[in-house]
């Protein structure tokens, strides 16, 4: 995804340890800080850290170079490889969390993915400091309703939902305190800002994962009167596009983690009629979360999550377009079967050569991995409308940002040429919504005849349905595997050999996916049909 903090390798950051120590004998912490702490040189526990200032420099550093990388294979940014080093220690790791709390601002869009990133990629934390940073939040939690307030306090709940996942089990029990379930639940109100609101739920939904703390949360919601998700979840069609992403939240919730009896599935009261394409549930990485209706999609994950539409094409001129609701880092644009989703190592569409995508947050176009610069724009903000034409009669791909066009992208057909489907890749907290026809375009192309993907493609009414994950989920244990099925997704027949090796026991569909035989590991040269 053009942006390599997922692939820090250990040996970067020792060969940083070894010369970090001359660079940052500046300062250390006192046990005790919180927030901003004196410039000046102070020793804890016999190690030196560089001094708060210095640090909020480096976070804001990492922050603003994220933006520029356009190589998967770049090296991570100095500052971040200082902010790892640092954070080695444990009173490293305090501060650098409390520098991003502090100076990370509200409406930078890459903001709260730095955040996770940063804190992903550092050593995981003891109990004793998680437990000692959650003691420190609770004097933010005090702070007024003001601007800056409510920045810190979304900064601090984009940390706990991160440490709550790194730390599933009975470190993240221990930290859903009674004051940090309190907090969480008290900020999903009408009153509080959408961003807090916003993050408060991302943080619940995190903490969640771990069983009973999903259980502890569904009783504390239940006690409200009425459950402040049934109201939130009103917002996921508003034109507030802050608020728009808390419905949308809202709602996943309901559907899949804290179930209400009475309540029904949003799939089963979402009118479908006229929909005809959709995002591809059966043909999406796994954390990527996906409306109702098919159309809207959102990553709340850390790692960089992609989906196809249902409908491929072949020959022709193909336009659709998307609103952008929230202003980061998605990759959209076209991809083929042949392309490949690696959600945990951040390749998604465009990072290979069977694909192809805008960025309109970077200003990129990324194809096989690498970013081109196109400045014609200037960055996508909630509420603009990336068109995206394919047209295989000129061999081209155009994206448009409001009706404007960029220049013409080639390259893909040096490989590809037939066999596109609508796709795109989210990082962290990001969403966009779909229009494959089913509604009128906001800037259709005007220099040329189109078709559009709902005028040519049919669904059947069972596979409109977007199930819920744990619905879907027990409906594939409950499935009787035929002997002839496929031994990767035990859904189609077995029907091809891998050719040289021969081996057995592939789908076409499958097969189209693999580059290696998943029983020997040699490479496949040919898929021959298996009549056997």
Known sequence: MGCCLCK??????????GQNHAEVENTVLPES??????????TCRGLKFPSSANIDKLVLETLSVVGSLVDNEQEPPPAMLKLHAIADKEDGWIQVVISMVNVIPMHNPLGPSVITLLLDDCPLPSKESVLTLSGMFQLYQKLGKDQTSATQQRNICVVLGCI?????????IAMLSDATLNYLISNLSEDVDPYV?????????KFAQTSENKITIKKRLMAEKPNPLLELEKWATETHYVRRQVGFCAQWCLDNLFLMDGRKYSH?????????????????????????????AR?????????????????????????????????????TKNSTFLNHEGYGI?????SLSYDGCRRLIWYNAKGEKH???????AGDILGCLLDLNKLEIVFSLNGIPLRPCVEIFKTVRSGFFAAASFMSFQQCLFNFGNAPFKYPPFDREYKYFNDYAALKPEDKVVLPRHIYLDQLRKLSVREDSCTLCFDQRASVRLLPCNHRGFCQTCSNHLEECPMCRATIEEVALDNT
């Open 375 to 381: 400045h014609e724009r200037p960055c996508w903000k």
């Open 299 to 335: 990553c709340d994950a850390y790692s960089f999550e992609s989906v196809r539409c249902t409908f491929q094409v072949d020959s022709g001129i193909w336009y659709y377009e998307t609103l952008i609701i929230t202003t980061g880092v998605m990759q959209i644009g076209w991809a």
């Open 197 to 205: 609101v916003l993050y408060s739920l991302i943080t619940l939904e």
């Open 350 to 354: 465009g990072d290979d050569e069977f």
């Open 8 to 17: 820090d390798t250990l040996e970067e950051l020792q060969a940083y340890n």
């Open 164 to 172: 709550a996942e790194k730390l599933a089990g009975p470190s993240s």
């Open 33 to 42: 800080s919180v927030g901003t702490v004196a410039s000046d040189n102070v």
């Open 268 to 296: 089963d009261t979402v009118d479908m009629t006229g929909i005809n394409v959709m995002l591809n549930t059966k043909d999406v990485s796994a954390y990527l979360k996906i409306s109702p209706n098919g159309l809207e």
